[in-house]
């Protein structure tokens, strides 16, 4: 499973750490920190809590990247 830099850069944009969007959606820092570096694979009403506090959308934070529209 790869990084998901998506949401390290959201939550840069938010000014916000592992620890408080953890806190946020609830989970640890090390679950969030898992997330992030594609160790752990979070269920679908994880991805739209930690999507609704970063305010961007699934395809933003958990969506395939299109090679061919890059």
Do not use: H, W, Y
Request: proline share 1%; net charge negative.
């Amino acid at each position: 499973m790869a990084r998901n830099l998506k949401i390290k850069a959201a939550r840069a944009e938010k000014d916000m750490t592992q620890k408080a969007l953890a806190e946020a959606v609830g989970i640890s820092r090390q679950t969030m920190n898992a997330i992030e570096q594609g160790e752990f694979n979070p269920t679908i009403r994880l991805c739209r809590a930690i999507c609704r506090v970063l305010g961007k959308s699934l395809d933003d934070l958990f969506g395939e990247e299109n090679e061919d529209e890059a």
